[in-house]
């Protein structure tokens, strides 16, 4: 067993293994990195995706769109509306529509464009906002932390464009949030009848990534609450006038007609002409088919056709000899045998076919016979 020269070097080898797995688990640690990842599918273009995701969670009806105009007709007191685009997009009648729904017990939450309020329907229609213009703010919220492990995300930062309430509307503000006293604000809400109206500086705190973070979910809770569980809430985060089809026969007719117009020249080109008949032109010849015929014709005439089947019978055994250079020993039945085997056909038929046509029928069958073995060779 000492002088085994194998047994010495699998203990080599074991415990270079051994070495070499100690080292690895002394030098490296095993760790879980979580890396986010691009956004896909609706998350792409829904700013309000992960918004809706987590109302749904919670409990409340949530849905999302682009079309303000399908939305007014379902609207109900105790619903909420939140828009995410430009409010400037909001035709007269549709801003009318909204507010006689907000002073019906409805809940509105819109960001003020950063242009003139007077050019903005919507503005109009509540009549809040100051003509005061202020620039980029942030307000720093507390927020209560439900563990020790999440201390450190017991605040938030709100940015976003300052505005200004009249001061009619600043009496009806139930919750007001700016960086300092008497400076501009970055979220407030004012009753509005029955309804409210919240005015966000920047609607980004509700959308996309930011809502990750437990302060800013807790924010866009507070946000939501005056109708929260009440009704449904409605989250368009792009405002379109009108569908795609009424788009398309309003602002599209041009390409429409083109469109027509192309479709008619088509048609035109491909219908039946009238007028006189025209001569079909003649037939593409291939003349050297024709001469093969006309050859074969003239060597059946000459002889009854044994002069071209002889040709057929020498073609198909040089073709064998080719394929098969050992086929040149074998004769009679011995060759009609291996051809039978090889192309799966009769060995008598294949014997007849070899032998010289007595009339035009027998010349016919061995053709045909000579041509199903050639195609198998």
């Known amino acids: 067993m000492k002088n085994n020269p194998r047994l010495i070097v699998a203990f080599i080898v074991l415990g270079i293994i051994a070495l070499l797995t100690a080292f690895f688990f002394a030098a490296f640690k095993r760790e879980w990195v979580t890396e986010t990842s691009l956004s896909s599918g609706e998350a792409r273009y829904n700013r309000f995706f992960a918004l809706e995701q987590i109302l749904g969670n919670m ?34 009648v549709q801003a009318g529509r909204l507010a006689d729904w907000v002073r019906s017990g409805g809940h509105l939450v819109f960001a003020p464009p950063i242009y003139a309020s ?37 605040s938030m930062t709100l940015c976003g464009f300052g505005f200004h309430l009249k001061a009619q509307a600043r009496t009806r503000a139930d919750v007001v949030v700016s960086a300092a006293a008497d400076t501009a604000l970055v979220f407030a809400r004012v009753k509005e009848g029955r309804g409210t109206v919240s005015l966000l500086g920047d609607m980004r705190v509700l959308s996309g990534d930011n809502l990750k973070n437990l302060p800013e979910q807790q924010f866009a809770q507070r ?20 569908s795609f089809w009424v788009n398309l026969f309003l602002r599209g007719w041009p390409a429409l007609i083109a469109s027509l117009l192309l479709i008619l020249g088509w048609m035109a080109m491909r219908s039946e002409r009238l007028g006189p008949l025209v001569p079909a032109p003649a037939a593409h010849r291939r003349a050297l088919l024709e001469h093969i015929q006309a050859v074969g014709e003239f060597l059946f005439r000459r002889d009854s056709g044994r002069s071209l089947h002889r040709l057929a019978c020498d073609a198909i055994l040089a073709r064998l000899h080719r ?12 060759l009609y045998a291996w051809l039978a085997q090889r192309s799966r056909l009769d060995a008598n038929h294949i014997e007849n076919a070899f032998h010289s046509p007595a009339n035009a029928t027998a010349f016919r069958g061995s053709m045909m016979t000579l041509a199903r073995l050639r195609s198998h060779l």
């Open 59 to 92: 409990g409340q009806p949530a849905s999302s769109g682009v079309l303000l105009d399908r939305v007014l007709p379902g609207l109900r007191a105790g619903d909420t509306v939140v828009i995410g685009d430009d409010i400037g997009r909001i035709t007269p």
């Open 118 to 154: 007077h050019d903005v329907p919507l503005l109009d229609a509540f009549d809040v906002l100051a003509d005061q213009k202020d620039k980029q703010v942030c307000s720093t919220l507390s927020v209560d932390a439900p563990t020790k492990n999440d201390a450190k995300q017991s």
């Open 223 to 242: 946000v939501l609450a005056p109708n929260f569980g009440q009704g449904r809430v409605y989250l368009l985060y792009e405002l379109i006038g009108n």
């Open 323 to 334: 394929t098969d250079p050992a086929s040149v020993m074998l004769k009679s039945h011995e």
